[in-house]
């Protein structure tokens, strides 16, 4: 059974750092992309970064280029995502997604059930 | 870039049909057929219903298609039942620089 499970969420101060981890499980975590999608309370779904197998190809959406940076370790099937600078408006739920792959462009197959980042003074 | 634009809210009877539309443009749902969409229940993670416009992946109830006419997108739901009632989101590969974007989400409520 795929398994996808994000931890280090919490709330921090403007301005602070917090590093996201998901571990995998249930797949051959080295041949997938993955992806970290965000969800603000009570609105929709937000992409934010996507990192290639072998993390050759990395990508990240404007609203949190420069300041989040997405990584992975296949030895120990997990997902990073470290988040500096962070705003109020980065207050949100943070999903981890898997790439379906097999020619489907962006689709995303299975998801954690989320950690929540909250951001406030 | 703006979201795909998608209704707030569509409601229906159990058993009867319905139908989500998702307008984007000509750089992403027009443009390319990698149209997904996405079941989230209350305080769940997103379920992956459709992708590649119409493919339902294994295990997805047939009660669920998906559809695409030039910029949009739609999802049917055919023999409403209560465990329907949820939020839906689209998604399509874009051209543009954030490699995929979201609708809004629409909510489905089961009269």
Same mark, same amino acid.
């Not at chain 1, 602070?16 to 080295?30: K, N």
């Not at chain 1, 990192?51 to 190809?57: A, D």
């Not at chain 1, 099937?77 to 792959?101: I, K």
């Given at each position: ?31 997938? =992309?993955?992806? @970290? ?9 937000? @992409?934010?970064? =996507? ?50 792959? =097999? ?7 299975? @998801?954690?059930?989320g950690t929540l980042v909250?951001?406030?003074? | ?15 009867? !049909?319905?139908?989500? !539309? ?8 027009? #443009? ?5 969409? +996405? ?11 459709i992708y590649d416009v ?37 998604? !399509? +590969? ?8 979201? #609708? #809004? ?7």
């Amino acid at each position: 059974e795929v398994q996808l499970v994000e931890s280090g969420g919490g709330l921090v101060k403007p301005g602070g750092s917090l590093r996201l981890s998901c571990g995998a499980s249930g797949f051959s975590f080295s041949i997938y =992309s993955l992806n @970290w999608v965000r969800q603000a309370p009570g609105k929709g779904l937000e @992409w934010i970064s =996507s990192i290639s197998s072998g993390s050759t190809y990395i990508y990240y959406a404007d609203s949190v280029k420069g300041r989040f940076t997405i990584s992975r370790d296949n030895a120990e099937n997990s997902l990073f995502l470290q988040m500096n600078s962070l705003r109020v408006e980065d207050t949100a739920m943070y999903f981890c997604a898997r790439d379906r792959g =097999s020619g489907s462009l962006m689709t995303f197959d299975y @998801w954690g059930q989320g950690t929540l980042v909250t951001v406030s003074s | 870039q703006s979201a795909l634009t998608q209704p707030a809210s569509v409601s229906g009877s159990p058993g009867q !049909s319905i139908t989500i !539309s998702c307008t984007g443009t000509s750089s992403d749902v027009g #443009g390319y057929d990698y149209v997904s969409w +996405y079941q989230q229940p209350p305080g769940q993670a997103p379920k992956l219903l459709i992708y590649d416009v119409s493919i339902r992946p294994s295990g997805v109830s047939n009660r669920f298609s998906g559809s695409k006419s030039g910029d949009m997108a739609s999802l049917t739901i055919s023999g409403l039942q209560a465990d329907d009632e949820s939020h839906y989101y689209c998604s !399509s +590969y874009t051209s543009d620089s954030a490699l995929v974007i979201f #609708g #809004g989400g629409t909510k489905v409520t089961v009269l």
